[in-house]
């Protein structure tokens, strides 16, 4: 089993910006972020492999960006023009499986202990 530790979360205005950072105890082929916002089950924001392949939510794209460095065991993801539905309770994901967004969440190897993210109106 691997570790990931997350950081980064907050609150912020709608528009502005922030960047959740996952790093992992170990090495896994895809890491990802997923989201659950109150009410509502948990949902694939995007992902990486250890090759670079990207995927996003429809939601986010053109606005959250992931990347992969230290060895490939550290993520980033940076949040702009956030809105109010990316409220959520965000977890850092690493499986050696289907990389995607559309991932079933049941399939996951290892979960974060997620970060709260609140975007005001």
């Known amino acids: 089993q691997v570790r990931l530790e997350e950081s980064g979360g907050g609150s912020v205005q709608a528009g502005g910006s922030l960047t959740l950072t996952c790093t992992a105890s170990g090495s896994r082929y895809c890491m990802g972020w997923f989201r659950q916002a109150p009410g509502k089950e948990r949902e694939g924001v995007a992902t990486?492999?250890?090759?670079?392949?990207?995927t996003y939510s429809d939601s986010v794209k053109g606005r959250f960006t992931i990347y992969r460095r230290n060895a490939k065991k550290t993520i980033d993801l940076q949040m702009s023009s956030l809105k109010p539905e990316d409220t959520g309770m965000y977890y850092c994901?690493?499986?050696?499986?289907?990389?995607?967004?559309?991932?079933?969440?049941?399939?996951?190897?290892?979960w974060g202990q997620g970060t709260q993210v609140a975007v005001s109106s």
């Open positions: 994901a690493a499986d050696e499986g289907f990389c995607s967004v559309h991932k079933s969440l049941s399939s996951v190897d290892d």
């Open positions: 990486i492999d250890s090759d670079g392949t990207m």
